[in-house]
């Protein structure tokens, strides 16, 4: 299956949900759109098909349907474009306030980056709907890690999670906060330090 296919599938996947959760007609219209432009750079850019981050706007989406059980079509869409880590599939702000209007770029655009100066302090004082995104979108890196080949980046993603993004689910949601103390002890004895002791 080619990473077209795979992003066509999971459009599907988003609609369904979306659905079956009780968003409506506009609603996923406007998510099916925010999905679509978010996976653009990452069907372009990525050659390998089953890269661990080729699905992750919907992935991220799919966090908030399923474990959150939220229908806000707005904030759903601008989970789906939201990208914390990689800097070249994020996509531009005026293109998001085109796409979605102000509400979705706004949200959109509260969302820190990993490893920002006051992280912590950021996303406690972010309105609810953001640290919702925030903590659907970084669980969804943080549960490939695994897969990824930088282990160095493993260690720094999983020592920042139990700073910063579990005491934040615990504090926002239930749900999140069993997901994220599940991934934070599982991969407690697979991510290790640098050996240079950096970072």
């Known amino acids: 299956m080619s990473g077209e296919d795979r992003a066509r599938a999971m459009a599907a996947s988003v609609a369904r949900t979306a659905r ?34 080729l699905l992750h706007p ?20 601008a989970a789906a474009l939201t990208e914390s880590e990689d800097a070249a599939f ?12 102000d509400e979705v770029a706004g949200v959109v655009g509260a969302v820190p980056c990993s490893g920002t100066e006051d992280l ?23 549960r ?12 720094t993603a999983h020592r920042e999670a139990i700073r ?9 949601h239930e749900r999140l906060a069993d997901r994220y103390r599940y991934w934070c002890t599982k991969f407690e004895g697979r991510f290790r330090a640098p050996a240079d002791g950096s970072a």
């Open 58 to 77: 919907g992935h991220t989406v799919l966090v908030l349907l399923h474990d959150v059980g939220l229908t806000d079509a707005e904030i759903l869409s």
């Open 120 to 142: 912590a302090e950021a996303l406690v004082t972010a309105p609810h709907g953001v640290r919702l995104v925030a903590l659907a979108e970084r669980l969804d890196h943080l």
């Open 20 to 53: 079956s959760h009780g968003v409506g007609a506009e609603g996923i219209s406007l998510l099916s759109r925010a999905h679509a432009v978010a996976m653009e750079p990452r069907v372009a850019k990525l050659e390998d098909a089953r890269h661990p981050v």
């Open 164 to 172: 910063v993004y579990l005491p934040l689910a615990e504090r926002t």
């Open 90 to 101: 994020r996509i531009p702000l005026d293109r998001v306030r085109e796409l979605a209007g």
């Open 144 to 155: 490939h890690a695994h897969l990824r080949e930088d282990a160095a980046w493993g260690w």
